[in-house]
């Protein structure tokens, strides 16, 4: 069995036994420190101003609509489009607080969002925001959707969970919108075992962020911050100060582990990219000399972190031989994403209004995924690429 992944850690058996004397010696566990030596280590690697830790990547995209909404830059029924290929947890906040969910078709050959399509919408629909997903480590026109949305005020997010460390040359996947979330559960790029980041450059953002992470108070602000909230609500003294909650929150904390773990899984980060890159390519290889397959375009992204190999077939029958050739292989697959998430139950139950998704729903009913990770053996690469051959 070829898994989908195979460990909870880059170089596991060190890290496990790291993590094991950190909890043997850690004055505390619950958030401190080591959470902030990560937030500050992930934003200098992100090169992002802030970055905020959560207990998830679902957390974090949650955090960062409840905030938007905190600061009145969303209100309730407000339009926010997102991409149609993308994770529950992307879409839900959505639902979850009071605004209109819009899906935007993905493009079939680079699975994400293109300028083209998010214009059709918006000019029908006025968006409010567009919370977009890179998806797989692979992206769309970043750029022309940055400049569209300025020049629209559409406020863009970023759902990076699937494409930390992915780049293009004028910048890293996460760092085209106000905000982007970031994932470190298991099967991602680098793991805290569950964990979440939100990364910004805005200010005012980020401390309704650190309001939202934990129950509405001020403790995790600095203190030119609290001194600065404390003034504007009239909180006089510090024992007030400790149980005043000032806008609508919960407890998305991390804890020391997440912090601990994502400090030391760090500094393997580089070098398990490069090894994902060059698996995908290895991959493309043979994906390319078949011509059963369409190839993702990726030209225009100049270091791929690829989260897991999307295979497209032309044909929904197709996409039946090759589901048989992996499972009797013994390779873990799963299907692209949420598919057209329109089709989720949880999005029947709720949205009225569907939208004309022609592209996804080929992603839908054509394409899988497996596995890509710097576990995989020589043997392992050898096993998937007997699978991506036509017999
Ligand atoms: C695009 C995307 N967004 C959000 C998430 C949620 O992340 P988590 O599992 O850390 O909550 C995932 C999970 O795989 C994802 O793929």
Redesign the pocket.
Known sequence: MIPLMKNAFLNEVETKKALADFILNAPRLSMDIKCLEFEKKFSLFQKRKEAILFN??????LAIMQALKNLGRLKDKDKVGFSAL??S??VMPILQLGFEPVAVDCSVKTLNVMVESLDRVHKKEKLKAFFL?N?LGLVGDLNLIKEYCEKENIILIE?N??ALGTEIPSGKAGNFSVAS?F???V??HMSTI???MVCTDDTELAIMLRIVRANGWDRNLTSHQQIDIRRKYDISNEFEAKYTFYDLGYNLRPTEITGFLGTYQLQFLDENIKTREKNFLHFEEIIKTNPDFLPVEHSHISLLSSFAIPIVCKTPELREKYIAQFTGGGIEIRPM?AGNIQRQPFYHKYVKNRMELPETEFLHFNSFYCGNYPELTEIEIEAISSCLTNY
């Open positions: 998830s990547g679902g957390s974090a995209n993308t994770w947890t992307n997903t998806v759902d969970c699937e979330s994932s470190f559960f099967a991602h569950e964990g979440g994403i």
